[in-house]
């Protein structure tokens, strides 16, 4: 790499009517992200500053001003328009121009990189990011002389017989000097069928000027895929997931069956974790060294500590901390609580909203009540100290406080203080009616 200055142009102006959604294509997402946020990361990876979105109206408001500079496309008038409509954002800019389509998540910041390398070792004006997949689609077909020099770009709706047989196509991925970029988008016309300025012509401009063009072949045709239907979308996802599993499992995380776990990039496993399968990991979750994931369980935004187990099915919502060495069982769900070290919540019960000790052992069945009774209050919490023992059944009706070494009887539900040592109790005492039975049936 070199120092030239390198901003980025997204463009992410269109609706994606193929997806048959109200939803642009655009801001689809994709294990925890947007469609355009991966291409986002990508070009921020690869070094790209300022990065400038090209939205349509209806999405200029989607985008992080803090994150990315958002420049609109008023009107559709095709991909030329639509870099053209960044210009001004990009006035002091006097380096390169990464220009990025935003329906291309498999993007790879790597490849990014190796692209601007080629575009600088071969000094070139305008370098094109291409590929050669086994079926080029109606993908634009790249032209080269017989020197092998890159000449025009032609859409594939656009292409003779002859230029629909080029194997090589254009990923809609390029980098130019910004000297040359701007002159030449200025020269479009609108000489094709659907009447737009195709930022295709860009290349046959700065050729016929005596400009260079070189192009960058993708070493795997699927980074470059454009996503354009749910179906597509899907593909995406599963080259995404095995992506990061596949880095997790170099690193020396334990993931039972890949194809049916999905962890989303933003969370952390340490090595010797281990992932059975049907699990979803989400969000900020992370996962400690020895902690063992059960099958089918949903983890979103929560700290899992070293050795700790989880599951089957069980749903840790945003919030949960797990101590070392402790367990969240079958059918448990846990919201807003800290679980202390060697704590154990067996199975069925929701905890939420709720903080206990180390060495706890909470009885089957649990669930704390932490329901606000008026609009506008927080929720209760539940304290739960240390060496508590609580029985099958167990309400918790907040706020209310378990003290150290206490014991909960079963079938109780709790709504005052139990103060250290002490056993709670709260229930009716069982009554034993004789021939009750009999006496029904006889009348």
Known sequence: ???????????????????????????????????????????????????????????????????????????????????????????EHVGDVLVLSGDTPLLTPELLRDLVETHHREGADATILSACPPDPRVYGRIVRDASGSVTKIVEGTDASDDEQKIGEINSSIYVFRSSALWPALEQLEPKNVQGELYLTDAIEIIVRAGGKVAAHIAADARETDGVNTRAELAHAAAILRDRINEAHMLAGVTIVDPQTTWIEPTVELEADATIQPFT?????????????????????????????????????RPGTVLGESSKAGTFVEIKNSRIGDRTKVPH????????????????????????????????????????????????????VTIGDGAWIGAGSVITKDVPADALGIARARQENKEGYAARRRDD
């Open 1 to 91: 790499m070199t120092d030239t200055p390198l901003a980025a142009v997204l463009m992410a102006g269109g609706l994606g009517t193929r997806m048959r959604s109200a939803v642009p294509k655009h801001l689809h997402p994709i294990l925890g992200r947007r469609m355009v946020d991966w291409i986002v990361e990508a070009g921020r990876a690869a070094g790209a500053a300022p990065i400038v979105v090209v939205a349509s109206p209806a999405t200029r408001d989607e985008f992080d001003a803090g994150s990315v500079q958002v420049a609109v496309q008023e009107t559709a008038l095709g991909t030329g328009d639509a870099v053209r409509c960044a210009r001004a954002s990009l006035a």
């Open 280 to 316: 979803y990991l989400r969000g900020a979750t992370r996962v400690s060294a020895g902690a063992e994931i059960g099958a089918n369980t949903v983890a979103i935004d929560a700290h899992i500590g070293a050795n700790a187990t989880i599951g089957p099915f069980c749903y840790l």
């Open 348 to 399: 069925l019960s929701y905890i939420g909203d709720a903080e206990i000790g180390e060495d706890t052992n909470i009885g089957a069945g649990a669930i704390t009540a932490n329901f606000a009774h008026k609009p506008g209050l927080p929720k209760g919490r539940t304290t739960i100290g240390r060496n508590v023992r609580t029985a099958i059944h167990n309400g918790f009706v907040a706020p």
